[in-house]
C-alpha cells in the first residue's frame, strides 16, 4: 500500500479524501458502497496501477475523512453525481472509467447517463442498472423488517448502531451482508440483533482491515452514511431518459443477497436491465457475495483488466 498517494480535493466546497496510485494516461475512479470506503479497492487500485493504469478513489462526501456536507439530511445522490464529475474537474481528467460498487454504481449510471461524454466504460459490483427514485428500489416490495426499510427510517439505525463501538457495527455489517439471504428482522429485533456475536470475520476480511474501516468511520460517524443512500433513495433524481450507452460489465456474485432482492434475478439473468443498458456484458461468480472485490480480489481484477484492455 506505500504506493497509494493520499490527499484533499477541494470538490464543490468540501474537502474530499482522495487516493491515487498510478500514472497511465487511461483513468480508472472507484465508487465505494456502505459499509465500504476507498479502502474497499485497495486490491483494484494496486492492480489496475500495475497494468499501467492512474487508480482514484476518494471518500464520499461524509464518509472517512472527507467533509461532511453542511447539511447532511439533505444530502441525495445528485451531490454525489455532481462530486464526480467536479472530481475529474479539479484532477484535469477528462475522461474515466467508472466502477462502482453496492450504492456506488448509483452515482456511475447517473453521470454516464447526464455526462456520456466523460465516461469511457461503466463497471459495477451487485447492483444493475438502477437509478435513485420511486421507479428504482420499490420499497413497496421488500419485506417490512428488511435493513434497507429499517435504516431508511430517521433515528433507527442510530439507536441501533448507538449499541454498540463503531468497530463491532462494521463487523456485523461485514458479517451480515456475506449472505446470500437478506437481512429482514423480527417485529421485535433490530438489524444488529442478526449477529450471533460469536460469529467470526468471513477469512478474506482480517482484523486489520476491520481497524481501518473503524478509524475511518470513527472520523465520520454514520449521520450522512445513513442519509446516503438509505434515506434518499426514493427521492427522485430528475432523470427523465436513462440510458447508458457506454460500454458497460456488470459483475454479480452468484450469492450476493442482492440477488434475491423481489425481482432482481429476472432484471438481470432475462437481460431487461439491457434496455438501459445496450453495450453490456453480465458476469456471475459462482462463489461470489456482496463484498466479491475484497472476497475474490484476483478473479475481480482479471475481470476489470480484461474488460479495460477491449475499451
Known sequence: MEKIQHSHVQVRGLKLHVVQTGTGPKVVLFLHGFPEIWYSWRHQMIAMANAGYRAVAFDFRGYGLSDHPPEPERANFNDLADDVVALLDSLAIDKAFLVGKDFGAFPAFMVAVTHSERVLGVITLGV???????????????????????????GRAEADFGRFDVKTVVRNIY???????LQVAGDNEEIMDLVDPSTPLPPWFTEEDLDVYATLYQNSGFRTA?????????????????????????????????????????????????????????IFMSEGNHFVQEQLPEQVNELILSFLTKN
Open 128 to 154: 444493475p442498472f438502477l437509478i435513485p427514485g420511486p421507479l428504482g428500489v420499490q420499497f413497496d416490495l421488500l419485506p417490512k423488517g428488511y435493513y434497507v426499510i429499517r435504516w431508511a427510517e430517521p
Open 175 to 181: 458479517i451480515l451482508f456475506c449472505r446470500s439471504e
Open 226 to 282: 445513513l442519509q446516503v443512500p438509505y434515506r434518499c433513495m426514493q427521492l427522485d433524481c430528475g432523470i427523465t431518459n436513462p440510458k447508458v450507452i457506454a460500454p458497460s460489465l456488470l459483475i454479480m456474485g452468484e450469492k450476493d443477497y442482492v440477488m434475491k432482492s423481489p425481482g432482481m434475478e429476472d432484471y438481470i439473468r432475462k437481460g431487461i436491465v439491457k434496455q438501459f443498458m445496450p453495450n453490456l456484458d453480465i
